[in-house]
């Protein structure tokens, strides 16, 4: 249970701990990632040669700049190359945790390293349950290993506040091809000792589709569609529904693991990842009374 409410480590044992998960683990989910993305080569003929060429150009300048900043230090004294690094690492255990069972009806799909350096998205989460199109979720997931949760819960209002959702301009799911518009956009954070403890229990044969941090992320998404919900209510009313019928999805999924969500209550209420991001929210998406009064958006069961 350690790894589900770990105390802040300790820079120093931060830095430790992000070098042996760069080092043992990066590898194998680095190749992990590659193998699962989506190709933009597999989009040859459905969008021109010059436009794909641009954003070949694109990736290839954006990943020579990162590899270039290692000496950037963040708060915690970890380089933003460690930090990348260490998130990719999240980002894989995410989408192998998805694939085996996390949330009830859902797939997860992994993005193209396009969508991934340009609009900030690092897989797709699809939720869908019969033939009722509002039980339909896509929901853009951004994976952070913790320590710039609070620079990416501000890009999301920024871009809010333009009016703007992602967009996925690569996209594959069943005989779907293309892109997505208007997407609702969630942070998924993991610190980095929970990272390591969950590659620890993967190692000794524990069910990665049974570990218990899926509890914590689908907090993390409520609360955060919650806040969003609530501050375009006022500001950005166009944008309400998207985060309404993904709020509502989000909900439905944890009703269908309310037992084992009851079993994490108390814990839940004292988890220093949420504690974060509940005060980051506060401040950042104060919710505001609506232009339209009246008005009530519902989403159909």
């Known amino acids: 249970m350690k790894s589900f409410n770990s105390a802040p480590l300790p820079e120093s044992d931060m830095g430790r701990v992000a070098a042996n998960i760069e080092k043992y683990q990066y590898p194998k989910a680095h190749a992990g990632i590659e193998q699962k993305k989506i190709k933009e080569a597999d989009f040859i003929g459905h969008y021109s040669s010059e436009s794909l060429a641009r954003d070949r150009e694109y990736v290839g300048r954006r990943k020579a700049q990162f590899s270039s900043d290692t000496s950037l230090q963040t708060v915690d004294k970890l380089s933003n190359d460690k930090i990348r690094k260490v998130s990719e690492c999240a980002e894989f255990l995410?989408?192998?945790?998805?694939?085996?069972?996390?949330?009830?009806?859902?797939?997860?799909?992994?993005?193209?390293?396009?969508?991934?350096?340009?609009?900030?998205?690092?897989?797709?989460?699809?939720?869908?349950?019969?033939?009722?199109?509002?039980?339909?979720l896509g929901l853009a997931i951004d994976v952070t290993c913790g320590q710039t949760m609070e620079k990416k819960l501000s890009a999301i209002r920024e871009n809010i506040d333009k009016g703007i959702l992602p967009r996925?301009?690569?996209?594959?799911?069943?005989?779907?091809?293309?892109?997505?518009?208007?997407?609702?956009?969630?942070?998924?954070?993991?610190?980095?000792?929970?990272?390591?403890?969950?590659?620890?229990?993967?190692?000794?044969?524990?069910?990665?589709?049974?570990?218990?941090?899926?509890?914590?992320?689908?907090?993390?998404?409520?609360?955060?569609?919650?806040?969003?919900?609530?501050?375009?209510?006022?500001?950005?009313?166009?944008?309400?529904?998207?985060?309404?019928?993904?709020?509502?999805?989000?909900?439905s999924i944890i009703r269908e693991l309310e037992q084992e969500m009851k079993k994490y209550d108390h814990i839940l209420q004292e988890h220093p990842t949420l504690l974060k991001m509940k005060a980051i929210l506060a401040e950042q998406f104060p919710a505001r009374p609506s232009k339209l009064p009246g008005r009530i958006l519902r989403v159909e069961n």
């Open 94 to 136: 995410i989408i192998e945790g998805i694939d085996k069972g996390w949330f009830p009806d859902c797939t997860v799909t992994k993005t193209s390293d396009y969508d991934d350096i340009a609009n900030g998205v690092d897989c797709i989460l699809e939720h869908k349950k019969g033939l009722n199109p509002a039980s339909h």
């Open 168 to 251: 996925i301009k690569y996209f594959k799911s069943g005989n779907f091809k293309g892109s997505m518009d208007n997407l609702p956009k969630v942070v998924a954070a993991i610190d980095v000792h929970a990272i390591d403890m969950i590659f620890k229990s993967t190692t000794r044969g524990e069910d990665i589709g049974k570990h218990h941090i899926r509890i914590t992320l689908l907090k993390q998404f409520e609360m955060q569609l919650s806040a969003f919900e609530g501050y375009t209510r006022g500001s950005k009313p166009e944008l309400t529904t998207h985060f309404s019928t993904a709020l509502h999805t989000v909900r």
